[in-house]
């Protein structure tokens, strides 16, 4: 393959075709390549399908359909951009070189939506500033909700995993044409993104894909056996009062399946009830399971972490002392684990009922995630955000998807000051991004932060001071984690 370099528009050959992209300022970007033919019709639920070639030169020079179909007015920390059309299996190419075969280490994206929604479009995932320090950088798009992940007797299951895969194999076959290496493929996401990272890490069908991981907020939906998918169907079935299958379900509308999608949740279904699982067959077996017990990623270099307050600005009404201890047992807190978690965190039972809520879906599994590894040697960097926001609504916080600008290095990205106030610390957007690109290039994030190990549990600490410390999670790990 090669590249046709003119002042402005570069062109590189893919392997289904020619694409033409722009220049940027530390190196140029090509958008909505398409990695599969468009999921619909037939091929609404089934596993993605390479693209079909094509030979004139194809424009990449703005970003391609989303997956999303959420209404404009939608709020959410991360602008997420949802753009109208069928080919929403397609992948953004940021570049520091389109050199052939220049060899620069590549970090593919996978964006969070709680795998219902969220854009590979965004602008939080520009990948200039990676560009900038030698780093090729691919987002790419996914099915979300029912045509990705909702378990249908006559589909393919996980197809929103099948599709993350695909487009690894894309980058396989075609990253050394704008100048990346396969070799050297790291892969991360934030939030359902992370989720995403420790499902590939947990899928034999992804392994030799990418050589190492980093898990921003990961969430999965737990629990996560097959039946409690089918019981989300199931459920669903007895909503509609009709068959749902990928057939009955081919022609819906959009707005129509996003209608469904809304059913689907219920108080007895999971959260996260759209999302990976384990069928037995792409994914052997739950993910927490293949991380913590099993063998899967064991050779995988992995950074991890969190925010302090992930969900602590989620509103919870009506929650009062007897309601929230009720709320922590349901959690699998004993009386003693209880009394631990309500002596070691302060504020009204609301904001207690939050942070339970942000330890259980990020901090604790995380952290048991951490401590595995660390028993088994398994190459592994633990990081916190604590970096309080001063924004309206969030202040006092370091809240879910803050740390994304810092690490992107993109801190005058549309929304960030709504997310963080003004003037957030750019010296520690320096420090977090200098970590993400180290390891994405070395391995090894450096800059004195050596890997978790058990027992020390060395932790980086994003704060306006920048630091590690031992232990700094204790307390979550006694209440939440077995010892």
């Known amino acids: 393959m ?6 402005s528009q570069p062109v590189v050959h893919t392997s289904a075709g020619p694409v033409r992209g722009e220049r940027r300022p530390h190196g140029a970007r090509f958008l909505g390549i398409p990695y599969a033919q468009p999921p619909v019709g037939p091929l609404r639920f089934a596993a993605p399908v390479p693209p079909e070639p094509w030979t004139d030169v194809r424009d990449a020079t703005a970003y391609g359909p989303t997956a999303q179909r959420r209404p404009l007015f939608d709020v959410t920390t991360i602008p997420e951009p949802s753009i109208p059309g069928e080919g929403t299996l397609n992948l953004n190419v940021f570049t520091p070189d389109t050199t052939p075969g220049a060899g620069h280490p590549v970090l593919v994206w996978i964006h969070g939506g709680g795998f219902l929604a969220g854009s590979a479009a965004s602008p ?5 500033s990676f560009n900038r320090d030698g780093i090729v950088v691919v987002s790419i798009g996914y099915r979300l909700g029912i045509e990705g992940f909702l378990h249908l007797p006559d589909a393919p299951d996980n197809r929103g995993v099948r599709d993350w895969i695909a487009a690894l194999e894309w980058v396989q076959q ?7 290496d396969p070799r050297k493929v790291t892969i991360a996401g934030q939030s359902a993104g992370g989720g995403a990272v420790q499902t590939l890490l947990a899928t034999p069908a992804a392994r030799g894909l990418f050589r190492a991981a980093i898990s921003a907020s990961g969430a999965v939906m737990q629990p996560q056996d097959r039946e409690t998918a089918r019981t989300v169907t199931r459920r669903l079935a007895e909503h509609t009062r009709s068959p749902v299958t990928a057939a009955a379900l081919e022609n819906v509308s959009d707005a129509e399946l996003l209608v469904l999608q809304n059913a689907s949740a219920s108080p007895d279904t999971p959260q996260l009830a759209l999302a990976p699982f384990a069928d037995g067959r ?3 077996e739950p993910v927490p399971d293949a991380l913590t017990t099993g063998d899967a990623g064991a050779d995988i270099p992995l950074m991890l972490g969190f925010t302090a307050h992930e969900f602590n600005a989620a509103p919870q009404p009506d929650t009062t002392a007897e309601s929230l201890r009720a709320v922590l047992v349901a959690l699998g807190l004993d009386e003693a684990g209880t009394h631990a978690f309500i002596e070691t965190y302060d504020g009204e039972p609301g904001e207690l009922h939050s942070q ?21 040697n398994r190459p592994t960097w633990l990081y916190e955000f604590r970096l309080r926001s001063t924004a309206p609504g969030f202040t006092g916080l370091a809240h879910h998807c803050t740390d994304l600008p810092f690490a992107f290095d993109l801190l005058v990205a549309e929304g960030v000051t709504a997310a963080l106030g003004d003037h957030p610390p750019q010296h520690l957007a320096d420090t977090v991004h200098a970590a993400w690109t180290a390891f994405i290039r070395d391995l090894d994030p450096g800059n004195d932060w050596p890997p978790y190990t058990a027992p020390q549990r060395e932790t980086r600490i994003w704060d306006t001071t920048p630091h590690t410390v031992s232990d700094p999670l204790h307390r979550v790990r006694t209440i939440w984690c077995a010892p």
């Open 2 to 7: 090669t590249t046709i370099t003119t002042s």
């Open 124 to 128: 939080w995932y520009d990948g200039d």
């Open 174 to 180: 075609n990253i050394a044409s704008f100048g990346g």
């Open 282 to 284: 792409l994914i052997p």
């Open 356 to 376: 339970a809520m942000t330890d259980t879906v990020f901090r604790a599994p995380g952290l048991a995630i951490a401590e595995a590894r660390a028993r088994r």
